[in-house]
């Protein structure tokens, strides 16, 4: 069964500082990885996915994640952080092959302070 | 955004009654999803289906049902429902299953009494 960790209910940030979101996994074989945000009284709104290739995948809103095959993590990244980014997110993950939907994590508060 | 409805966007039901979500998506995506969203459980699947009339099972299918009789249109009933099916559920769409993103409706919040 594959499964994702999001080991910080929340996180909490000073505006301009740099940001982290983690994010690890458990799945068989390689994996599509995924990081959602959602704010308040919306739907999830995708940011950005792993597929294959480089390591380091840049999304939207400035948000990048790094791919560790060896630590089997995908944190989130940003460099300077927005009071705008408050909000929660979600990691998501399924295996690359076979018939296995989306699995999601529990997501992770973001607060970023002014 | 992906053109995802969800109708109602609110609902107050009593135990035991029939409920019936509606998603409909204007974007001719072959996959659709339904999710229940929890404090503590992130999202959980619920059903998927991966064309018309075509439906699967997902974690949490215990006391939901569902049909797609149109390409746009994908339907969850909880037949009798409980209060441990009051949630946010959320509707999900997607062009492909494997490395597609899903995009997501703004949700149906759900109550129980």
């Known amino acids: 069964a ?10 909490n940030v000073a505006e301009g500082n740099p940001l982290t979101v983690k994010c690890t996994y458990s799945v068989s074989g390689n994996p599509y990885l995924f990081w959602y945000v959602q704010y308040p009284n919306r739907g999830l709104q995708f940011l950005l996915k792993y597929i294959t290739g480089d390591n380091l995948v840049k999304g939207s809103y400035g948000f990048e994640a790094e791919f560790n095959k060896s630590q089997t993590s995908f944190h989130l990244k940003k460099p300077s952080a927005l009071v705008s980014d408050s909000a929660l997110y979600f990691c998501a993950v399924r295996a690359n092959s076979g ?13 970023v302070s002014p | 955004d992906a053109g ?9 039901t009593e135990t035991g009654t029939p409920v019936t ?5 204007t974007e001719n995506h072959r996959y659709m999803y339904w999710y229940r969203q929890d404090p503590g459980h992130g999202l959980r699947l619920i059903h998927y289906s991966y064309g018309v009339k075509d439906t699967d099972k997902g974690e949490v299918s215990d006391g939901y049902s569902v049909s797609r009789s149109k390409t746009e249109d994908f339907l969850l009933t909880l037949e009798s429902a409980t209060s ?12 492909g299953r494997d490395n597609q993103p899903q995009h997501f409706g703004d949700g149906t919040r759900l109550s129980i009494l």
């Open chain 2, 84 to 95: 441990s099916q009051t949630s946010v559920y959320f509707c999900a769409i997607s062009e």
């Open chain 1, 2 to 11: 594959q499964s994702v960790a999001q080991p910080e209910d929340q996180v």
């Open chain 2, 21 to 25: 979500l509606r998603c409909h998506q």
């Open chain 1, 99 to 111: 018939y296995s939907t989306l699995t999601f994590g529990k997501g992770t508060m973001l607060l």
């Open chain 2, 4 to 12: 995802i409805t969800q109708s109602p966007r609110h609902k107050v």
